[in-house]
């Protein structure tokens, strides 16, 4: 599925750190599938905490030094990067994400993601298309089960 260029798009961690991380094997998609994003990109809070601890693990093996880390994390979340909506995690979010949880196989992250692009999302994106960007094809399959539309890089 291409993207609308109108479409409201949620973008799970795992295309920001792909996009981020050269080495990545879907990094060159993921760059491609976010810059294709000509639309209001949208995405929990909590991928913040996820860019960052993955770039942290990307520094401890020794794939990029702390300088690169920092500004490859400002590629994302900096303050001169195109609006990012940053989505809370309520406690509706929280309780349908636990029974995205109880239906389908997927992750806690994963199921969190996915109720905070049918919660969340819902409010910014009363008109157009939502669409739900992931590289993890049973999240996507989920996502999919959830009713969203998916793109998968």
Not at 31 to 43: C, E, I, M, V
Not at 90 to 99: D, K
Request: charged letters at 20%.
């Amino acid at each position: 599925m291409v993207i609308p260029p109108d479409a409201v798009v949620y973008v799970d961690s795992s295309v920001f750190v792909r996009s981020l991380m050269a080495d990545e094997s879907d990094h060159d998609q993921s760059g491609q599938s976010l810059a294709s994003a000509s639309g209001r990109l949208l995405t929990s809070a909590i991928t913040q905490v996820e860019v960052a601890g993955a770039l942290r693990a990307a520094a401890t093996a020794g794939r990029v030094d702390d300088a690169a880390r920092a500004n490859l994390y400002n590629r994302v979340f900096g303050p001169s990067v195109a609006p990012l909506v940053l989505l809370a995690t309520t406690a509706a979010t929280v309780a349908l994400a636990t029974a995205i949880a109880d239906r389908r196989p997927v992750r806690a992250l994963d199921a969190v993601h996915i109720a905070t692009a049918l919660t969340g999302a819902s409010e910014v994106s009363e008109s157009g298309q939502l669409i739900f960007l992931t590289l993890d094809q049973r999240q996507a399959d989920a996502a999919r089960a959830e009713g969203l539309d998916v793109v998968v890089p």
